[in-house]
């Protein structure tokens, strides 16, 4: 028979309960085992929820409390060392001192699980790790599962995946611990046989990308060694072709593949002529990382294809985990109600699983007034004369070919800057946000409720404002920032200002630990009716001397991190988007703010998962930047930033951008991306981040004055700039002050001692 499974689902909860409870439990609020009961609770919740969407297997293990990276690492007893914490008896205040630091230990560093928005936690590797099953968490789910008389199907994150995502700490090779690590999976996959479990999901998505010979050759062995274990594996891949490794996956003793049929449909004909007799093809139509209704029709044609080859063999589900996607549209009672029939999220997506298996197994008629209305939403969207703005059209055809060119050559810009900015060496500056404390969310959460009026809401973020300004002139900042007080989100804030755009009240969705986003959904032309920030800069300008750097998101990160229409290329709504922002830039500049930030964060994100398809994404992603930071006058500083990311590899496209300065996050990794900065010779100015911002901790001067002093090894003092590693959000404002202290007291050691050297 064939099956509906799923990947993964949203571990959050419709109302991010497991937000609330993980910040309650960090205050002490909330005792640990109330939290274990919640989240219990809510895994539980999820399990019956998927299995009453018709879910055949359901799977369990992915509902980790912050990070199934990490809880991949307990599973295989590999904690980074420094933490001197032990696997098996470790308890929720080792977990969360892992992911997110204490007092004496900086948190694990934290980066983009592939091309998407979720955040890991980066696995540590020694020569010398060692590794042990420690199953017993899982096996205490799989039960709790059994008792519910769900059909548990483990989710354990592939061991191969799992050592590429890992940084080695020590220059020994990842790959070397393959044969240790391996033997571990075995003592966990038998502890699930033992349970009498017969399928597990093994996860790995690094066979989308472009694998070096070592890494393609050390799957064979490794799954000969997993195949010994009676259990069945379904190997997982996701968000690309893996059709490049397709004799190499032919050839690993599995039970069955999972195949992203959304990403890279093509993928199918591939496979199919020659797929291994009486191996699964678990085909993934469903899209798990958009928000877009699927078009049954045409899952459909891919599925009766592959049915008709494999039978029972074919099991249907989603492309990937949906822990990329909101859970559930019915929430959303105050959308257009047209726009809501184009949506689906987790729970709608499994119904259209479902839906598909009926429609494979006992024919379309089985489905068909489920498929005359999913033709109909396809139409209407085609055809929506809201998805389609003239004016956007005919401007884009219209421009310039030299419209993504500042006027002169960054040496010249960088003379007319420093003219009337008259910055001491080593300026100090943010990232752009400060403490988005509870009263500003409470005024915000009052003001959409209707309980606070326009006037009192603009009165009470101008209070923020005032506070941010006076802070940093109190502190000695250099080019201050207003502080983003008025913004939701980074993202979402833009987006609710821009045609083009729906925004949801529910649409949640994880970006690590406990911290969410609600992406804004592009579901037509973009443009920019009105200025969306001039008042609250040119507010804050007013409030000092010095220059108010104005704060922008960039269109890259625009796409990257909404939810983005399927009907037009990424390319093309990028440059609506950096088009919309443009205006923005210079409505800025005519208003006075001549330093502006353009951030990025997104840009390597959005990187290809294959090299092949680099070069073609950074020029159109550069280009898109370098549209909305132009068209201003050379004495104008336009500054990017971006964090989150390796950036190592794309340097070239990162200078080609030609912002005047970049920040960019590099503490965590203990600023080696600035090595990879120096023997590049960035040639424009940097702000290396000096410190980490996501942990509660205080940065001590030495430990800033240590990293600083590395960045002036490889980058010029006159191009060095001082910052910490990214937006102040999610501080507290006692924290934010004590560590810019710190930041600037050292920035004024260091310049004495850089102005003794030069008169010596
Ligand atoms: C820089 N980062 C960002 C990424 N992606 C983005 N889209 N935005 C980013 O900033 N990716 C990379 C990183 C990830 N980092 C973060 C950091 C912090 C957060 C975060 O703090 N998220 C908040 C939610 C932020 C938000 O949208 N707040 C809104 C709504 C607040 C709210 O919950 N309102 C309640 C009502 C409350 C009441 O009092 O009644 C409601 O709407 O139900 C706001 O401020 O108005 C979080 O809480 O997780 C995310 C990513
Ligand atoms: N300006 C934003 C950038 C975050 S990546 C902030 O400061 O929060
Ligand atoms: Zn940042």
Redesign the pocket.
């Known amino acids: 028979m064939s099956i509906v499974h799923n990947l993964g689902f949203p571990r959050i909860g419709a109302k991010r309960e497991l937000?609330f409870w993980l910040e309650s439990y960090w205050k002490g609020e909330l005792p640990a085992e109330e939290l274990l009961k919640n989240a219990r609770g809510l895994r539980e919740k999820h399990w019956l929820l998927q299995r009453g969407a018709g879910v055949d297997r359901v799977p369990v293990g992915d509902a980790a409390l912050y990070d199934h990276v990490l809880d991949a690492l307990v599973l295989v007893g590999a904690l980074p060392k420094r933490f001197k914490l032990d696997a098996a008896s470790l308890d929720l205040k080792g977990y969360f001192t892992l992911a997110r630091g204490d007092a004496t230990h900086h948190a694990m560093e934290m980066t983009k699980w592939f091309d998407t928005?979720y955040?890991y936690l980066v696995p540590e590797w020694r020569a010398d790790t060692a590794f042990f099953a420690n199953p017993a968490r899982l096996v205490e789910q799989v039960r709790e599962a059994k008792a519910l008389g769900v059909t548990a199907k483990p989710v354990l994150v592939g061991p191969l995946t799992l050592l590429w995502l890992g940084k080695s700490k020590d220059g020994s090779q990842p790959l070397e611990l393959i044969a240790k690590l391996a033997e571990a999976y075995v003592g966990v996959l038998e502890a699930l046989a033992a349970e009498g479990v017969d399928w597990v999901q093994i996860d790995e998505p690094i066979l989308a990308l472009d694998l070096p010979a070592e890494w393609r050759e050390a799957f064979a062995p490794v799954y000969a060694k997993l195949a010994e274990v009676r259990v069945k594996l379904l190997l997982a891949t996701y968000f690309g072709s893996v059709a490049q490794h397709a004799a190499l996956i032919a050839a690993l003793p599995v039970a069955g593949v999972h195949l992203d049929l959304t990403r890279a449909p093509e993928q199918l004909d591939a496979f199919l002529p020659a797929w291994p007799e009486n191996r699964v093809l678990s085909a993934g139509v469903v899209n798990g990382r958009n928000v877009w209704r699927t078009g049954l029709s045409a899952a459909l044609v891919q599925l009766e294809n592959a049915r008709q080859k494999l039978g029972d063999k074919l099991w249907i589900a989603p492309s990937c985990s949906l822990l990329h996607s909101p859970i559930d549209v019915a929430q959303e009672t105050e959308l257009d109600v047209e726009l809501k029939t184009w949506l689906a999220f987790a729970v709608q997506k499994l119904n259209e699983l479902k839906l598909l298996k009926r429609g494979v197994v006992n024919g379309r008629g089985d489905i068909a007034n489920e498929l005359a209305a999913s033709d109909f939403v396809q139409a209407s969207r085609r055809n929506s004369p809201r998805v389609h703005r003239l004016e956007v059209a005919t401007r884009l055809a219209k421009l310039a070919p030299n419209a993504d060119r500042r006027d002169s050559a960054y040496p010249l810009r960088a003379k007319k800057q420093a003219a009337w900015l008259k910055l001491p060496l080593l300026p100090t500056t943010t990232i752009g946000s400060f403490p988005?404390t509870a009263e500003?969310?409470?005024a915000?959460?009052a003001f959409k409720r209707g309980e606070l009026s326009d006037a009192d809401y603009k009165t009470a973020m101008q209070k923020e404002i005032a506070l941010a300004v006076r802070e940093q002139e109190a502190l000695g900042i250099d080019v201050p920032v207003h502080g983003e007080a008025e913004r939701?989100?980074?993202?979402?804030y833009f987006g609710e200002q821009m045609t083009g755009y729906l925004f949801t009240?529910h649409g949640w969705v994880q970006?690590?630990g406990?911290?969410?986003?609600?992406?804004p959904v592009i579901y037509g032309d973009v443009a920019r009716p009105k200025a969306m920030t001039v008042e609250w800069s040119a507010y804050a300008q007013s409030l000092t001397d010095k220059p108010m750097k104005g704060m922008l998101t960039g269109p890259v990160t625009m796409l990257q991190?909404s939810f983005v229409r399927d009907d037009a290329p990424r390319s093309l709504v990028c440059k609506q988007l950096a088009l919309a922002l443009n205006d923005e830039v210079l409505d800025l500049e005519t208003a006075g703010i001549r330093v502006i930030q353009i951030d990025e964060?997104a840009l390597r994100e959005g990187l290809p998962l294959k090299s092949a398809d680099w070069d073609g994404y950074l020029a159109w992603a550069g280009e898109a930047f370098r549209l909305s930071s132009s068209g201003v006058d050379d004495a104008t500083q336009i500054h990017t930033h971006m964090?989150?990311s390796e950036f190592n590899d794309i340097l070239p496209a990162i200078a080609a951008l030609d912002a005047d300065v970049i920040t960019i996050e590099t503490s965590r990794s203990d600023m080696e991306l600035l090595t990879a900065f120096g023997d590049f010779e960035y040639p424009n100015e940097i702000g290396p981040g000096v410190y980490d911002i996501h942990s509660p901790r205080i940065p001590a001067e030495e430990e800033i004055e240590r990293l600083l002093t590395k960045a002036l090894a490889v980058i010029p003092a006159r191009r060095l700039w001082v910052n910490p590693d990214?937006?102040l959000?999610?501080r507290g404002w006692p924290e934010v002050k004590a560590a810019l202290a710190n930041m600037m007291t050292v920035t004024r050691n260091l310049r004495e001692k850089l102005a003794a050297t030069a008169t010596a």
């Open positions: 937000k928005n955040h988005q500003i969310r409470a915000r959460a939701n989100d980074m993202v979402e009240r970006s690590y406990s911290r969410c986003v609600k992406p991190w964060p964090c989150y990214c937006g959000k999610t």
